[in-house]
């Protein structure tokens, strides 16, 4: 079965190199049972640890069922650990957060055997633990632990089994139940080398090998040594694992099994580590609903200003004699004639209200406040969407009297007057001119980003501009085309009408600007856009930084963990199969972490939204990207200590304090 010849193997213990095996040559038979035998630091672990494929010698051939060994790669090894390979440890090896059958299912596991449970339940009931299946290792006494060891060694049928001073660390009594079983398993057939320093311990052997400063000095046999075992599998012909999926299911379960299990039995630890991805997710969708909200505020806003609606402004003017007019919304370039211009030449346009703008205070009583006075047309509450409320809007006969009448928005209302007062027919104060209250709007909304157009009063456009503003220019000049299919025909139909009015040139710029409400939309639809990923980016860093701490716990449970990653590589886990564990438990810490997060940043949204002035809206794109982007988070940080323990030396591994 195992041919070796010439083996040496060195380590470098600070400052010198000790020579554990020194040229040691020795061949086992199927079906042997050997005792290698020395004193502490003679070299008879560092030979079992090679003969199990744990470790590689400097020199020298080893041939395993007539296959060298040594030309293996790493995945190699582990499959031949896997399906010909038994382990007994002295210090039991057991997975401390798993039960005794979970430790047994293991290797099968990794072999990925279908039935393993019912396997795992048998090979127990085999060494006398049939009703100890779901205790845990610290629930179990030490000869206890070891059976389950034995259980686990026998999982997937080893043709040889390897045991290193098994009974170490038990009484006399467990020591020699625990090797009256190993002899059973010998007289099955099964291969057995047995690693100790107990001259009673080695009694139990056919084949007693003493080695002594890393040299075979003795090799004596008993005349009962060898009995044969048909061996109908040769590992040449076997699958050197490199074919395997990335993932089976066995080992995805028990990844995700063993990450729950490791994060409630480090409660403080893994919320500390999901810390940073609960912020970042929550913070993500919370800022992103803000956006949103904001946007969909504006949205209304914009649509609640009327429907089919132009607003025509005034602006600079390069145009040769042109007065320099001001910044767009002032006064220099629209005139009245301007209005009755359009609403009499083109067809297009339903209504028509210019409006002369201003800020100034309003008084009643012992109560004021700083308002926006809008003087205008009748026309202006139906192109603009207002409803009168109570009381009734003025006519155009009070627009040509001039009469100093108003009618108040609702934020108004609430500033100066108490809530059980009626202001229809009371006076105030603007700018020191009286005037009458006639009617009141409808609510239309405060706050978020738009304003409050309820914060204005609305009084003739005569009265405004010849006795509380004094000036004869307009601030804009609203327009309500007869349909929406209308509105570029109109737009363009104005512009020729005003370009040619106000007698500019070709070459000429436009001495005022149109604006649509489509244009306005996709103004805000744009700048709600680059501030939801302005927000959302700034959102992010948090969700990096909860990855820079997810891969420090990782490496910190990687240095932890380092003898179980030992023993699972022992039992036959590759490269990927530790890769995934770890990768799959950094995930399952953000994927936790960012339901939560999803959980607390609707929670967050929808409390801004209720106790605050500013609209949100939890949209359901921000919840599966920053979902999506907390479970890349956990494959890129939890990438590289999952790398640092997939690469580790199995030996080195266990035998790591």
Known sequence: MIQVSDLHKSYQMGKYRVNALRGVSLEIQRGEFIAIMGASGSGKSTLMHILGCLDKPDSGQYLFNGVEVNNMNDDRLAYLRNKYIGFIFQNFSLLSRTTALSNVELPMIYGNVSGRKAIAQNALDAVGLTGRINHKPNELSGGQQQRVAIARALANNPQILFADEPTGNLDTQSGKEIMEIIRQLNEKGITT??????????????????????????????????????????????????????????????????????????????????????????????????????????????????????????????????????????????????????????????????????NAQAIFGNKNTNTRICGTYPEYLDIRNFKIKAGKCFTEKEVKSRLKVAVLGNSVIEELFDENTDPIGKTIKINNLRFKIIGTLQEKGSGGPMGDEDDQIIIPLTTAQKRLFGKESLSDINIQVINKDSMDQANQEITAVLRKRHKLRDNDEDDFRIRSQAEILEMVSSTSKTFSLLLGGIASVSLLVGGIGIMNIMLVSVTERTREIGVRKAVGAKYRDILSQFLVEAVVICVIGGLIGVFLGIIVSLGIGALGKWPTSVSAVSIIISFCFAFIIGVIFGLYPAMNAAKLNPIDALRYE
């Open 193 to 358: 080398v047995l690693v100790t320093h107990d001259p009673k311990i080695s009694e139990y052997a056919k084949r007693i090998i003493t080695i002594n400063d890393g040299i075979i000095v003795n090799d004596e046999k008993k005349k009962d040594y060898l009995s044969t075992l048909t061996v109908n599998q040769n590992i040449a012909n076997t699958p050197n694992g490199n074919n395997d999926s990335l993932f089976n299911m066995f080992e995805m379960f028990d990844s995700i099994k063993m990450s729950v299990n490791g994060l409630l039995a480090n409660k403080l630890r893994s919320i500390l580590a999901m810390l940073g991805v609960i912020i970042g997710v929550s913070a993500v969708i919370a800022m992103v609903s803000i956006g949103q909200g904001a946007k969909k505020d504006i949205t209304k806003r914009i649509e609640n200003m009327g429907s089919n609606l132009l607003t025509i402004m005034s602006a600079r003017s390069n145009a040769p004699g042109s007065h320099a007019a001001s910044a767009i919304g002032s006064s220099a370039g629209l005139k009245l004639e301007d209005v009755a211009y359009v609403k009499n030449t083109v067809k297009t346009v339903n209504k028509i209200a210019p409006t002369c703008n201003g």
